[in-house]
């Protein structure tokens, strides 16, 4: 049982970083409907140029650095969809390709950067804890904040006339349109918003565990996807703002918990992406079968009856 | 208050393919004026509309409206001054979004960051009170529980809260049952009695289109082949109408959904 709680706090600490590319998620594909396939090498953005402003030795800054960097790759991607007609998923491939150019030249032309001797925003924390009873948990500390922040403010954005303007570009782009707003602005404003996000998340995983590699975000979509497919069974899409957001960090913790449930059974640490694959496609997969089910019932009846009659 | 001089457009051109979808129209239409438009099938009524909206650019001609330039405007810009209401009713609502936050973006006041407030959710009540559905006690239910007939009452209000300069409907009746047609009708013909508005109306429905408003245009071909007002339209029938459609292009008047009563 002892150690199960450093366990348990590794997983809430991991589960509430990665929440926030959940998060950044829930704004780009919940709410614009536009599935950022740049996810992954934004995340790795927001790693490298974190590490490496943080190396220099600005840890505060280089949160603000990644967050940048993050909307800079976010203008990209929405600038390739919304002014240069390139198809929204294409046009994530593409700067995310790009982007592992960008990365390797961001960590100076290396695939690794170490932080173990660099100041970061945890080091800092656990300075500031290391006398009171939370000394130890920097990281969950740090982690829970930054959530904290991201999620308040995105609740509070979503109900500003930029934050419905942004929901209705999802849901219906011709309303946005006869309304007199540009729907190319608003897709273009909530994926700055988004690219920024996960580019914080990736920033502080890279300085939780005091390296990036090239490699930190791959798979990292499909991961948030899954977290936020699985918030989504919780709180679903006619419950209020401020719950679905929770529900997409729920979602992001939970997803960490049956993982790290599983590596306990053994489960090699490699399957983790296989996994977050898995999920993604059983929950949208799932209710499209279970809608045909009545009909292949059937089809299986028809068939059973002409057998039957035959013999 | 709108004015189109010339105004061409052609689909695919230089192909098998190619359509003259508005043939050097030059039309002007006065403030408050309320026009019915009829016209076959691909007459070119809802490409009109669209040249006007900006949904394409047309090939030539300008388009004013209220004495401003804004053939080159971008869709969005025009939608400042133009209500549009569609055939369909899903299109001008967002089904995802509460009536309350489809009519905040509608109603187009504050800043980006401003949020919805007290006084203008009490202006939202009030007109939705006005509309007659029960609607004002639903202000946190997502649109898409709502009938057709509730949408496009509410898309009409969306369109009309701040009275535009002109307001086009492309049959926006005709998906709707019989009762809800009707109550659509009279809330337009309400609203746009109350604030004078210019207004130009599609309509399969002949009758309608000589009962209503106060000039009546027929389209053939991306021409206008007929225009008539006045005490010359006090007298017309639905016969004459399809007469005169004879007389001007060469054949019957053929469209799917025309009504003939």
């Known amino acids: 049982m002892a150690d199960l709680l450093p366990l348990l706090q590794t997983a809430a600490e991991l589960g509430l970083i990665s929440s926030l590319t959940v998060l950044a998620l829930f704004l780009s594909y919940s709410m614009l409907n536009v599935c950022d396939l740049s996810t992954d090498g934004c995340f790795t953005l927001g790693a490298a140029v ?81 006398a009171t009873p939370l ?21 509070l954005f979503l109900r500003t006339r930029l934050g419905l303007a942004i929901r209705a570009s999802g849901d219906n782009p011709d309303m946005v349109r006869s309304s007199s707003i540009d729907p190319a602005k608003t897709t273009l404003i909530g994926l700055c918003l988004s690219g920024s996000v996960t580019a914080l998340s990736g920033c502080l995983l890279a300085q939780a565990q005091k390296s990036v590699n090239i490699d930190i975000g791959s798979g990292m979509v499909t991961v948030a996807l899954a977290s936020l497919l699985i918030g989504g069974a919780f709180f679903g899409k006619r419950r209020r703002m401020p719950l679905r957001i929770c529900g997409a960090v729920l979602g992001a913790l939970l997803f960490r918990l049956v993982y790290t449930a599983a590596l306990r059974f053994r489960l090699p640490a490699f399957m983790l992406k296989f996994v977050a694959a898995a999920i993604v496609v059983l929950t949208i997969a799932l209710p499209y079968v279970k809608a045909q089910l009545p009909l292949i019932r059937r089809r299986f009846a028809q068939r059973k009856e002409a057998g039957d009659a035959e013999a | 208050m709108l004015k189109l001089e010339h105004v061409c457009k052609v689909f695919d051109a230089g192909t098998a393919n190619k359509r003259t979808a508005l043939d050097d129209i030059s039309l002007e239409v006065k403030k408050g004026e309320f026009i019915t438009l009829i016209g076959a099938n691909g007459a070119g009524k809802s490409t009109l509309f669209n040249a006007v909206c900006g949904s394409f650019m047309t090939d030539s001609g300008r388009i004013l409206l209220g004495g401003e330039d804004i053939t080159l405007q971008p869709e969005y810009k025009r939608a400042f001054h133009i209500g549009r209401l569609f055939q369909d009713p899903l299109r001008g609502t967002a089904p995802n979004m509460t009536i309350e936050e489809n009519l905040a973006l509608a109603a187009g006041h504050g800043t980006w960051l401003s949020r919805i407030g007290r006084a203008e959710r009490k202006r939202f009540r009030e007109r939705l009170a006005e509309l007659d559905m029960g609607l004002e006690d639903r202000l946190d239910e997502p649109v ?12 009409l209000l969306m369109a009309t809260i701040d009275p535009p300069k002109l307001l086009l409907l492309d049959e926006h009746t005709a998906a709707l049952d019989p009762a809800a047609a009707e109550k659509i009708l009279s809330m337009t013909k309400k609203v746009v009695s109350e604030n004078a508005l210019t207004c130009l109306m599609i309509t399969h429905d002949m009758q309608s289109a000589l009962d209503l408003g106060s000039r009546t245009l027929m389209l053939d071909r991306g021409r206008i082949i007929y225009d008539v007002s006045g005490e010359e339209r006090k007298h017309l029938t639905v016969p004459d109408l399809l007469e005169k459609f004879k007389a001007a292009s060469g054949r019957a008047m053929n469209n799917d959904r025309m009504l003939l009563v």
């Open chain 1, 50 to 130: 974190g590490a490496v402003v943080a190396i220099s030795g600005h840890p505060y800054l280089s949160i603000l650095a990644a967050m940048g960097a993050g909307m800079l790759s976010g203008l990209v991607t929405g600038f390739l969809q919304t002014k240069l007609g390139i198809n929204s998923l294409l046009s994530g491939i593409a700067v995310n390709t790009a982007l592992y150019s960008v990365n390797i030249a961001v960590m100076g032309g290396s695939s690794l950067l170490n932080m173990n001797k660099t100041e970061t925003v945890f080091t800092r924390m656990g300075a500031h804890l290391a």
């Open chain 1, 135 to 155: 000394a130890g948990s920097q990281k969950l500390c740090v982690a829970a904040l930054a959530v904290l922040a991201v999620g308040t403010l995105l609740a």
């Open chain 2, 144 to 155: 898409g529980l709502l009938s057709g007939g509730q949408r496009q009452a509410l898309t």
